[in-house]
């Protein structure tokens, strides 16, 4: 886009200069005009007209000139800044070093990296790298004065590092960011909108590739491993929370609380998946907003016994 707005920039320059010359050649054209004229009023008229087009030729040559200018200045810097960019040297990790995740979550309950990235592309994860703090060094008979030691417990130096992580195998969906940690519930400040909405829409065990339902229904066949759910949403807020819950014969057999990482307005599709299919039963799918007991959105549906051969 800015490449685009740079070459309309240097277009409409090019088109203030050919016009300013078509006005210069008008202008000469009437100063000739008001020189060899018969009449003398006419030759005035003439020579008046001709000084205000030349000035609004010279006008619009300036103007064309310093857009040129502009556009060609905007653009060396931006190419300086993006070879800048792809210059900048990356560090190191020091012998020692610890890593620290730039989760807000605790170290001893972090999950692996790589559960939690989206798997289609590659993803960049920034981590927290603090250096171990060094033993102070022991007094010897040749130390300094006292008013010289270095303190013993100086901060530990931080260092960023950028690790991406290449996916492997069949890409998993994951349209939402944020997830539950060990199964310990998420908590958030953020109150949902008063015209918050989260609306189950359609059910179906496939997805296209444009995330639409290929064939809604309401009761499925014995066995099948992934049920998703098309949701519309609408006035939601970055950070709320949410959850969605799965249901078989009223008994709670999945849930799962985010944190919504969508944004305001849209549509998108989530699913339940069981390893070993699901078995024949009435289930019912409910999602709640906030920390509410009572679902804003709620659809059943069947899976029917296997046919009997």
Request: contains cysteine; negative net charge; hydrophobic residues 40%.
């Amino acid at each position: 886009m800015p490449e685009l707005s740079q070459d309309t920039w240097l277009y409409a320059a090019g088109g203030l200069f050919a016009l300013a010359i078509l006005l210069f050649v008008v202008s000469l054209h009437l100063f000739r005009r008001s020189r060899r004229d018969v009449f003398w009023r006419r030759r005035r008229e003439a020579g008046q007209r001709g000084w205000r087009i030349f000035m609004l030729a010279f006008v619009l040559l300036v103007f064309s000139g310093l857009i040129c200018g502009s556009t060609l200045l905007a653009r060396m810097m931006i190419e300086d800044a993006a070879e800048d960019a792809t210059t900048s040297p990356t560090p190191h990790l020091a012998a020692g070093a610890t890593l620290t995740p730039a989760l807000i979550l605790p170290s001893d309950t972090l999950e692996p990296v790589a559960a939690i990235l989206p798997t289609d592309t590659p993803t960049s994860v920034v981590l927290a790298l603090e250096s171990p703090t060094p033993a102070p060094p022991e007094p010897t008979a040749t130390s300094a004065p006292a008013s010289a030691v270095l303190p013993t417990n100086p901060p530990p130096a931080t260092v960023i590092v950028v690790v991406t992580a290449t996916p492997g195998g069949t890409p998993t969906q994951t349209p939402f960011p944020t997830f539950t940690p060990n199964g310990r519930p998420l908590a958030s400040d953020v109150t949902p909108a008063p015209n918050a909405r989260l609306q189950i829409t359609a059910l179906d065990d496939e997805v296209s590739a444009s995330l639409l339902p290929v064939n809604p229904s309401t009761t499925f066949q014995a066995g099948i491993e992934r049920i998703y759910l098309f949701v519309t949403f609408e006035n939601m807020t970055q950070g709320v929370l949410w959850r969605r819950e799965l249901y078989r014969d009223g008994q709670l057999i999945d849930g799962s609380s985010y944190l919504w990482g969508l944004p305001t307005s849209g549509r998108t599709s989530f699913f339940f998946g069981s390893d070993t299919g699901f078995g024949p039963g009435s289930y019912e799918v409910r999602l709640y907003l906030g920390n509410s007991t009572t679902p804003v959105s709620r659809m059943a549906f069947t899976i029917a016994e296997p046919d009997a051969e």
